[in-house]
């Protein structure tokens, strides 16, 4: 191995990812067709992969063999950025293709013979997180804002009842160190390895929730529309 492939964040994990990628032989199909612009290819599979891009072997329908460089828009910087790059571009192919969708499988770590699977953090939508936050702020408003406080924050207090909005507050202190709890056993169980992830997950679950992001693939028409 050369200084450069030594020196790439993406190389030394390369046998691993390749083996892994082919046995998703119509996402390398679509990789060859849409990016290496060969629409008679029969059959492709990756043959090497770095942090620049990747290469795939094809064969078209006439039985003529060729290799295609695949460039990456940007450099990755880490093995955590493979996946869901190459799960944006196999969508990309097969949304132009009308291709079934298909994704790339998990991916083993590179330094560890336990499989992996990295799950990007993902921000719930704006009207989800506006509402979410808002009742929180609400109930804690309502609940906390010393006295003397403004007339409408007394109207609200007496409205609701003081017992109310406190019942209210611990089930919602509950459900959201629990979602944390959960969010840490489910990526702690798919062997993710990114500790700023796991960060992310676990704290946004105590702050606002949405567990079920976590099952959630990332949605990329919106990345894609804006590119």
């Not at 046998?15 to 990628?21: A, C, F, P, T």
């Not at 290469?55 to 093995?79: C, M, P, T």
């Not at 109207?155 to 202190?173: M, V």
Request: aromatic share 10%.
């Amino acid at each position: 191995m050369n200084y450069r492939k030594a020196n790439d964040p993406i190389s030394p994990h390369s046998d691993r990812l390749i083996s892994y990628m082919n046995t998703r032989p119509a996402t390398i199909l679509g990789y060859a067709k849409y990016y290496g612009e060969i629409n008679s290819a029969v059959s492709a599979r990756m043959i090497d992969i770095d942090s620049n891009g990747f290469v795939v072997a094809v064969e078209d329908e006439n039985g003529s063999k060729s290799e295609v460089n695949i460039k990456f828009k940007i450099r990755l910087r880490s093995y955590e950025e493979v996946r869901p790059t190459l799960t944006r571009m196999a969508q990309e192919a097969e949304d132009a293709l009308g291709l079934p969708s298909t994704r790339p499988p998990p991916m083993f770590s590179g330094s560890s013979s336990q499989s992996t699977s990295h799950t990007p953090f993902i921000l719930p939508g704006i009207m989800d997180l506006s509402m979410t936050i808002f009742t929180m702020l609400f109930l804690l408003t309502i609940a906390f804002y010393p006295h003397p406080s403004p007339a409408i924050i007394g109207e609200l207090r007496e409205y609701f009842g003081q017992t109310s909005i406190e019942i209210g507050l611990i089930i919602l202190i509950s459900l959201h160190i629990t979602e944390a709890l959960v969010a840490s056993i489910v990526l702690f169980m798919r062997g993710e390895e990114d500790n700023m992830t796991l960060v992310k997950w676990v704290v946004a679950n105590l702050i606002y929730g949405h567990i079920w992001l976590l099952w959630k693939e990332q949605n990329t028409s919106t990345e894609k529309k804006s590119n």
